[in-house]
């Protein structure tokens, strides 16, 4: 029993630390300027191909980015921003191919799947990384 005392403090001790692998999480805007590292901003666009968008993250309370090849077209909603978390399920109604920023976006608990807000689309910014010289 002596034994197990010092190994369960030390087990204890351990669990109650921060896990050296543990990550903090950035501010939105920091998040956003480190996934955009090294790209450069283009013309803003009314309209993405939702034919090419591969994937989407949201950025809390900012930001939606949508991935096409090597392109990320980051949309900054008109509305409804503050409504943006990373944990819900974006949900996008459109009667074309395209999503264009008159467009609206329901967000969707991801547990629950319960209805948790909406935002208004604003223009898409494109991000590519430079071509070399």
């Not at 901003?41 to 991935?67: E, F, N, W």
């Not at 990320?72 to 819900?88: F, H, I, K, Q, T």
């Amino acid at each position: 029993m002596r034994h197990l005392v010092p190994t369960l403090l030390a087990a204890a001790a351990i669990a109650a630390s921060p896990s050296a692998s543990a990550r903090e999480k950035l501010a939105p805007e920091d998040q956003l300027a480190k996934l955009l590292d090294g790209r450069v901003a283009g013309a803003p666009q009314d309209c993405i191909s939702l034919l090419s968008a591969r994937s989407s993250q949201i950025i809390d309370k900012t930001a939606i980015v949508y991935k096409s090849g090597n392109t990320y077209w980051v949309n900054r909603p008109r509305g409804g921003a503050e409504s943006l978390d990373d944990n819900d399920i974006l949900v996008t109604k459109t009667t074309g191919s395209q999503l264009c920023s008159i467009d609206t976006v329901q967000l969707h608990d991801r547990t629950s799947h319960f209805y948790s807000g909406f935002v208004s689309l604003g223009e898409f910014v494109p991000y590519r990384r430079p071509k070399a010289e």
